[in-house]
Every structure is written in structure tokens, then in C-alpha cells.
């Protein structure tokens, strides 16, 4: 590997990883003949498919599964906390113990938009599309276009290819 690429020995990388240079990886698994592009970080617990194309500047937290074939936009950003906090009520910093992983999903074949925010809980279905910029607060369905702030639902893709 390269001086500018920050790779933990417990990642689990698949055959014909395609890996940008300044990058972080630890604790994760990213299937084979994906791409991940430059200034991506991908933290533990976090999995990635086959076949998937991480654009740079994305964020890929603990408790993100993504399945084959997604397409991942630049400076995409997950979030796994939905009450985040520094401090405990005592006033201490948190530690891992003191909070939980909220999960999050995206399944086969989904593409999200650069600049998109996935917030916490949510799966995003199928072969759906999240336009660029999107705030998504709840699940998506299987082939929806969905966008905006909140992401609201736009289409379903089927229709698009029956015209």
C-alpha cells in the first residue's frame, strides 16, 4: 500500500479493491471490486458490497451496511447517533459505553447523491435514487427518486422506464 493510505490490519478488504490515496479504513469489510475514492473514511463495523462506488469526500460510519452495486455520491455523510451528546449527565466526556449504534441500510443497486445526509434508522430500498443534497429522515422504498430537505418522495423508477 501506499504512505497515504491509513488502513487498519483488521479491515477486510475483497479481491480487485480499487483504493484511492488519503484514505481511512478500520474495522470494516468492503466487498470485491469496489471503489473508494479519496478522503473517504470508513469506520468500524461499517460494511460494504460488491461492485459499489464510494465517491471522495464521503463518511461512512459504525453500523452502516451497504449492500452490492450502490453508487455512493461525494461528500456523502451517515450518521449512526439520533441524540447525540459529548457529556454524560455528569458532565464526563461519553465513551462508547454510553451510547448506542442506530443502524442504517442501503440495499442493492441504490445510488445516493453528493452532499446527501442519511441521518440514523433509515434503510433506503432498492435500486432507489436520492437526489444530490437530500436530507433523508426516513426510509426509503424500493425504486423511489426521492429528494429535497427532508428527502420527500418524487417518482417511483418504474414509471420512468415504461415512458
Not at 444530490?132 to 425504486?143: F, H, I, L, Q, R
Request: net charge negative.
Amino acid at each position: 500500500m501506499s504512505e497515504y493510505l491509513s488502513i487498519a490490519p483488521d479491515v477486510k478488504l475483497g479481491k480487485n479493491v480499487r483504493l484511492s490515496k488519503f484514505i481511512n479504513l478500520y474495522g470494516c469489510e468492503i466487498g470485491d471490486e469496489t471503489k473508494i475514492g479519496a478522503f473517504v473514511e470508513v469506520q468500524k463495523n461499517a460494511s460494504i458490497g460488491q461492485r459499489c462506488k464510494v465517491s471522495s469526500h464521503t463518511f461512512i460510519c459504525e453500523g452502516v451496511t451497504i449492500e452490492d452495486n450502490v453508487f455512493i455520491g461525494h461528500g456523502v455523510t451517515f450518521i449512526n447517533d439520533i441524540y447525540p451528546r459529548a457529556t454524560t449527565a455528569e458532565g464526563e466526556l461519553q465513551t462508547e459505553t454510553d451510547w448506542k449504534v442506530d443502524r442504517t441500510l442501503v440495499k442493492k443497486g441504490a445510488s445516493i447523491g453528493s452532499g446527501s445526509t442519511i441521518l440514523a434508522n433509515i434503510t433506503i430500498g432498492e435500486n432507489a435514487i436520492v437526489g444530490a443534497g437530500s436530507m433523508v429522515t426516513k426510509d426509503v422504498p424500493d425504486n423511489a427518486i426521492v429528494a429535497g430537505n427532508p428527502a420527500r418522495f418524487l417518482r417511483d423508477i418504474k414509471l420512468e422506464r415504461i415512458a
